[in-house]
């Protein structure tokens, strides 16, 4: 026989639709009867679900036969080896098809017939199995096989026989509450009222401390029809034994039961059962109420307080205030309460919608002005929180919240910045060299004065610039240096302004003024920008001696660009432009620089990073160009970070990029060479100090190029 095989997409169909259709009786069929009798009110609102007599649960089929005793030697012993090591592994046919055949050859075996019986019941094949058991009963009358077979007729629904032979071992064991208990489930299952009443008053007499039996009496009571005899059965309930099924059953109970001969004000009973701290009492005469008259919208809202402060039940709370608002939609009083519990339940994305079509629809409620400044500053929209808080105090200047919500975004808005920059006095040592014989060395030292989002210092440093000269000789200059330096936030960080203005003044040569101007956006439209100009002594762009040597100057305009992108990628990007000037025409240089990368985790980054390099004219030349002057440079690398913790206060970071480039050098023509780099940062921060270590080295260019950059900083931070 040819068998045909389906197609993936067939059988793929095939298990979904089953799988839903089973999921589908789970839900309908199952759930209402089983789960919802113990779910809070949340989703129905206002009602319970019915109280029916529950669907037979059997008890388990009884467990492989145990090896409690010697088997003599022999074909006994060979089978109980062979079938024991089957079930073990879970091969159920196989050890019921060795049992069958061993008890056809030895029927007197009454232990193998009692567990083939018992694998007949595992596998619910319930006729053979009672089959098989009454056989060995017939011959072993111990009242623990009694009790397998009592189940075993629960288990086929034998109710007549099941209940005979409980009632026959509970007259040898009139006290034992296991047996009792499963006796009076048997008979509410076989819907015997009248004995299921008799057994559970016999328990709750025998255990009167056990709740559990006295709930299940007041069940078969109303089952039975005897709602009066279910409410006496209730009232001997433990006070702090409530649930939402204990509830249920007091309202099915309360609503069969005939009307009281004098009547009785329910609502005025529900409030003055609320008062007294009887939640579920309450509650069962605030639904019978709202039986009686369904309009008493008021209703709804006290069965909210009752939820809310009595029960601590918000989301049962909210079921009812959503109830009321479909009945009264522009009450915005209770809109205000359900986007508060909102909130406080931590929804703060439904809170902050119900809160804007509030002020939508009553633009003057200062109060849901404060809520929604607090919703949009948990959120971070600082700009949104603080316009909110503002609005508020317009309309209202004692709105309460509002000013202590503006305080708090000043309060953020200052930590926010106060991490992003230092204070106090400051000191740095650069130290830059190369394999062209050129080095720089610079001592600086400054402070800053003023507030988180604003401050004015000074700078000042002296520097020491070594190399060839413009004949090819060894030289050296001294320059000291001046600034002053101002910083400036707005928008609580979202935009960054620096300034600083100074002199730079070598020992030899005239003074030069230095400019440095930059604006940035941290966060804008979730990108990063920074624009910058700076106008320098041209070595510290070239790294060259005979630049500083002939006062060469530099103006540089620069773009800095960065966007998270996808889930871990993301995407940077710069672009300059430098003009050179102070020897013969003036030069222009464009660097442009594009770098994706991703983010695996544990603080490591991996991409790829390209840049190119070209200038416009060649350098000057002296005994050599003056500065390195390719036509043009393209380098493609892959780069590597990563940054972590060390220790406490110890922080590293470390990056690396090889690569390979190309470049026309003018005079040799275009070429190819392997770039390298490598990065460290290390910084201790301890107080408000923090002290950074950064060591850079690399190659560069066809010529072999290397430099090899040291930097020590120690900065303050804002202090409280």
């Known amino acids: 026989m040819t068998r045909v095989r389906w197609p993936y997409w067939a059988r793929l169909t095939a298990l979904a639709t089953v799988s839903l259709s089973l999921l589908f009786l789970f839900t309908i069929g199952f759930l209402p009867q089983r789960i919802v009798l113990e779910l809070d009110f949340a989703e129905s609102g206002f009602a319970y679900p019915a109280i029916r007599p529950p669907l037979p649960e059997p008890p388990p089929a ?65 006729a053979g199995a009672i089959k098989a058991y009454e056989f060995v009963s017939s011959n072993d009358r111990s009242p623990v096989l009694a009790l397998e077979l009592a189940r075993l007729y629960v288990s086929a629904r034998r109710w007549d026989d099941a209940l005979k032979l409980y009632a026959d071992l509970a007259a040898d064991r009139p006290d034992d509450v296991q047996l009792l208990s499963e006796y009076a489930e048997a008979a509410t299952w076989a819907e015997r009222y009248e004995l299921a009443d008799r057994l559970y008053g ?68 529900a409030r003055g059962q609320a008062m007294a701290g009887a939640v579920d009492s309450a509650l069962a005469l605030y639904r019978l109420h709202l039986e009686a008259e369904p309009q008493a919208d008021t209703v709804l809202l006290e069965i909210a307080d009752v939820f809310e402060y009595r029960a601590g039940e918000a989301d049962s709370a909210m079921a009812y205030l959503r109830k009321y608002l479909t009945r009264q939609p522009d009450a915005q009083t209770v809109r205000l309460r359900l986007a508060r519990l909102l909130t406080w339940s931590g929804r703060l994305q ?66 926010a910045l106060a991490r992003e920059g230092t204070i106090g006095p400051s000191g740095r040592v650069d130290y830059f060299a190369d394999n062209d014989n050129y080095s720089d060395a610079r001592w600086r030292g400054g402070a800053l004065f003023g507030k988180p989002d604003r401050r004015l210092g000074f700078e000042a440093a002296v520097e020491r610039v070594a190399g060839f000269d413009i004949s090819g000789g060894d030289s050296d200059l001294t320059a000291f240096e001046a600034r002053v330096v101002g910083e400036r936030w707005w928008q609580d960080g979202g935009l960054h302004a620096s300034a600083s203005l100074g002199a730079w003044m070598p020992s030899s040569k005239s003074i030069e003024p230095l400019v440095m101007l930059s604006m940035s956006a941290p966060n804008w439209g979730g990108s990063a920008y920074r624009l ?16 500083a ?49 991703y983010r695996p985790g544990g603080g490591w980054l991996m991409g790829y990073e390209s840049r190119a390099l070209a200038f416009r004219d060649p350098a000057p030349v002296a005994w050599r160009p003056i500065y390195w002057s390719p036509e043009w440079y393209w380098l493609h690398s892959a780069v590597g970070s990563w940054t972590g913790e060390l220790g406490r206060g110890w922080r590293l970071a470390a990056q690396g990029l090889v690569g390979v480039a190309w470049m026309d050098e003018r005079v040799s023509g275009v070429e190819s060479a392997v770039q390298f780099g490598v990065l460290m940062d290390l910084e201790y921060n301890v107080g408000l100090w923090t002290v950074v270590g950064r060591t850079a080295v690399s190659q560069a260019r066809a010529d072999g190029y290397r430099m090899f950059r040291f930097e020590l900083a120690g900065t303050r931070k804002f202090g409280s």
């Open 549 to 597: 040597e002939v006062n060469m100057r530099a103006d540089l305009f620069g773009l800095e660009f960065y966007r998270p992108l996808f889930d871990r990628w993301q995407l940077s990007a710069s672009g300059r432009v430098a003009r050179f000037a102070g020897v013969d025409d003036e030069n222009l240089r464009g660097d442009a620089s594009l770098t994706f990368l």
């Open 62 to 126: 009884a467990s492989a036969y145990p090896m409690s005793r010697p088997i003599p030697r022999g074909p006994a012993e060979r089978f109980w080896a062979e079938y024991l090591q089957l079930v073990q592994v879970g091969d159920e046919a196989g050890a019921l098809g060795l049992l069958r055949e061993y008890i056809t050859r030895y029927p007197d075996d009454l232990g193998a017939t009692l567990e083939y019986g018992r694998a007949l019941w595992r596998a619910e094949h319930h």
């Open 350 to 415: 439904a809170a902050e919608a119900t809160a804007d079509s509030i002020v939508a629809a009553e633009p003057e409620n200062a109060e849901a002005w404060v809520l929604l400044g607090d919703l949009r500053r948990w959120r971070g929209d600082a700009e949104a929180a603080d316009a909110a808080y503002r609005t508020a105090l317009a309309i209202d200047p004692e709105a309460a919240g509002a000013e202590e919500g503006l305080a708090e975004l000043k309060t953020q808005s200052d930590a």
């Open 202 to 269: 016999r328990l709750t007499a025998l255990e009167p401390g056990e709740p559990m039996h006295r709930l299940w009496w007041a069940r078969v009571l109303y089952w039975s029809g005897q709602p009066g005899r279910a409410a006496n059965a209730l009232e001997g309930l433990p006070e702090d034994f409530m649930s939402a099924s204990v509830d249920s059953l007091r309202l099915a109970v309360a609503t069969a039961l005939p009307p009281p001969e004098v009547p009785i004000n329910l609502l005025v009973e």
């Open 532 to 547: 910058e100009y700076r106008h320098e002594p041209a070595y510290r762009q070239t790294n060259t001696f005979e630049a």
